[in-house]
């Protein structure tokens, strides 16, 4: 078992930045990748962006240039560090964990982290 924990979600002005992290706890040796997803309210859950164990990062095309997902391994922590922030980035930001594939397709969540971006 994984356990997630997010924070540092909040409110902020457009243009503005945000750091969300994610602590990784539990069976830790067995996560092959971890990544960030977001839902908007009415939206369907989207991939934000993703690293793997070594590193490796993936992002979604409207996150490019802005957002930038990184890791800690000694703190078995992830981070998403957002810039030039938008309204339309307003949802619930989730971390995600996979196991026994990619983050595209995660074996754990964690509870979710609100951010809100005004206009």
């Known amino acids: 078992q994984v356990q997630l924990v997010e924070s540092g979600g909040g409110l902020v002005q457009a243009g503005g930045s945000l750091r969300l992290s994610c602590a990784a706890s539990?069976?830790?040796?067995?996560?092959?990748?971890m990544g960030w997803y977001r839902q908007a309210p009415g939206k369907q859950r989207e991939l934000v962006a993703g690293?793997?164990?070594?590193?490796?990062?993936i992002y979604a095309d409207t996150m490019k240039g802005r957002f930038t997902i990184s890791r800690d391994n000694a703190k078995n922590t992830v981070y998403l560090q957002m810039s030039s922030l938008k309204p339309e980035d307003t949802a619930v930001y989730y971390c995600a964990a996979a196991v026994h594939t990619t983050v595209v397709a995660p074996d754990y969540w964690g509870q979710g982290t609100q951010v809100t971006v005004s206009s």
């Open positions: 690293i793997t164990s070594g590193g490796s990062t």
């Open positions: 539990g069976s830790i040796f067995s996560i092959n990748a």
